[in-house]
Every structure is written in structure tokens, then in C-alpha cells.
């Protein structure tokens, strides 16, 4: 049976993460995963989560079959995140929001949903797009392409390139949008360029299929969803992928969550169940830890300020890290002008470093990052910084 089967490639990022375990040099770096790391270099179990835990723990709770669209209390609270307490479109019960296994199971979801909605629809993603999107929508069964997005020469976005080949793209295509925080090369669009991307989605009759999964670690909780609060302005049938992996550091958990914009509460009603007969063919209903525990801090006016403080203070540091990075850089003799990095948002930084170069900091300095050039900024600290600017001022 499986004798012609070939040995399939590494994941791109997670399997990264394989040969950095296995690697036994002492002062190995990975800056490859999107993973928020302490200045001591671990990954936090934040206050509000520890002790949402602890409540839960004391509380005994059984742990039944949740609903197939998950935790009520989650799900209502992901949409205030989103779309804003305050949201005409909540009020209007015109959002449908099903729990999702991470980010990535809430991506599968909706292309599974949209696969039986517009068969022969083409998705598009941006060049550069986090390595998933790709691979995700191609087994959901849709032929992918690239829209002009990240602009090298001025390490920001090609704005007419992207708006031209949204233009070109066939009508009713569904277009992938990194809502914040861009996945992998921190350069997100400016307000006026949303605006911009909005209406030539309208005029084509393009799907958005918004995805958010750095919500905070850009400007803060609302700013950063000032894409989403556009859309729901809009009256436009969309998609949001969330995630809480990164904002509450709970990445094993796998919390997310897929949320759908209808045009009524009567629409709403039918894709809900759609959304549940493919989540109950994946896998039946999602599971109670992660999103329990979330919902409370969301749901606790304590919780949920001390939860806003540990994000801030995530995002404070990652700042920090680009702003020394920077400084390292030039101090250490890089002849190019590395200031991009500053001006770049969230965990991610999309260095320019070629795929050779790449090699060679894992080679000779047990540095891992994605091949692409993409470094996780948020795994940088004061103790590794010094060695890791060093070696790509070597490889340069
Ligand atoms: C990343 O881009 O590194 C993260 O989103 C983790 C992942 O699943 O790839």
C-alpha cells in the first residue's frame, strides 16, 4: 500500500521548529515559528490566564460534548472583539461565529464552506502570504494565486499592483486579507488603502476572507480591527479567521475562531448550519479548555483589564526588540539600512535576507529563520540579540 509513497517536504515553519529541537548546539536561536518569547526566552502563561485556570481547575467542571459551533459565551465574545461592542451588525444577529481548532481550523472551515458555495471560484492571496494560506486553500480543492502585495524597493506595499490585479482577478474570486499585522512581512495597508481594496472587492463581487490573527501585537485591540469594522460598514457577505494563539499565548490550546457576516438574521440562521455540518464531518465540535478560559477573561472586567495590560506589554517589547535590532545592526557595521524594521508591525520581520543567507546563519551560527527571510522579532532579547546581529552582519 504504501511503497510508492514519497516522502513529503518539511513544513516550511513548523518544520523548523523539528530541526531546532534536534539541533544540539547550546546557543541555537530559533526565530523561525511566529511565537512571542519573555526577554528570559520563554513562552509566557500570562497572569489573566493562570488565573482563569485556576478558577476553572477549582470549579471542577465536567467536561461533556460542547455544542458543534462551541462555547455561546466564546463565540459572543470573539465578535465583541471584532466587530466592536457597540457593532449595528451584532445587534442585527447578522454575524455567524463558530469556535475553530486555532486560526487554522477556522481557515478550514470557511474554505470548506466556501468550496461548496462558489466551486469554481479562484483564491488569491498576497505575495508574500504566511506559507499555509496557500497550501490550505489548494487541499480545500481551489486553484491559488498571488496579488501583487509586498514592495521590496520600498519594503512596503505595492499599492497599485494590488489594486490592479484584484482588478483582474476573476469576478467572485475570494481574496485573502491579513487584517493586521502581515504574515510574514509585517507591512500592513494604510487606512486609505483599505478603503481602496474595499472598493474594487465591491465592483468585482470579490469574497474577503479577513484573517486576524495578531490582533493587539500591531497598534492595539480596536485599531488593529479597523479592517473588520470597515468591512461590517460595508453590507458586503465576508469572512474572519481569529485566533488567540499569539494574544493569549495559549498556541497549543489551538483557540480560534471562524466568523461569517451575513445580510440578516434569517441568512445568518441557514450558514450557521452549513458552517456546522462541515465542522461536524472535520471534527465533530472543538474542545473546551483553551475557549473556556478565554471567555472568561474576556467576560471579567478584571481579567480582561489584566489580559489588556500583559498584551500591551508584549507589544511594548516587540517594539523595543526592532528599535535595538535596528541600532545593533548599524552598530555592528551592516552597510544596509535596516531602519524598515522599526517602521514594521507584530511579531514578524521580513529581513531581505536571501534563502542562502538563511542557510548559512543555521549552518554556522544555529540561528534558524524562514527561508523566505522572515524573522520572528518577538523571540529576540537582550541576552541574544548581540550574537544574532552579529551573524547576519556576517552572512550579508
Ligand atoms: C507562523 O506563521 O509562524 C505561525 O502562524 C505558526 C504557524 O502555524 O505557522
Redesign the pocket.
Known sequence: LFSAVEMAPR?P??GLNEAFNADTRSHKVNL????YFTEEGRIPLLRAVAEAEKARIEAHAPRGYLPIEGIAAYDSAVQKLLFGADSALLAEGRVVTTQAV???GALKTGADFLKRLLPNAVVAISDPS???HRALFESAGFPVQNYRYYDAATNGVNRAGLLEDLQNLPARSVVVLHACCH??TGVDLSLDDWKAVLEVLREREHVPFLDI?YQGFGEGIDQDAFAVRLFAESGLPFFVSS?F??SFSL?GERVGALSIVTASKEEAGRVLSQAKRVIRTNYSNPPTHGATVVANVLNSPELRTLWEEELGEMRQRIRDMRLAMVEQLAAQGAKRDFSFVARQRG??SYSGLTAEQVERLKNEFAIYA?GTG?I?VAALNRSNLDAVTKAIVQVL
Open positions: 513544513d515553519i513548523l523561525g515559528v511566529g511565537v486555532g486560526g487554522t504566511w506559507e499555509n504574515n510574514p490573527a485566533s494563539s499569539k498556541y511579531m514578524f524562514v522572515r520572528c
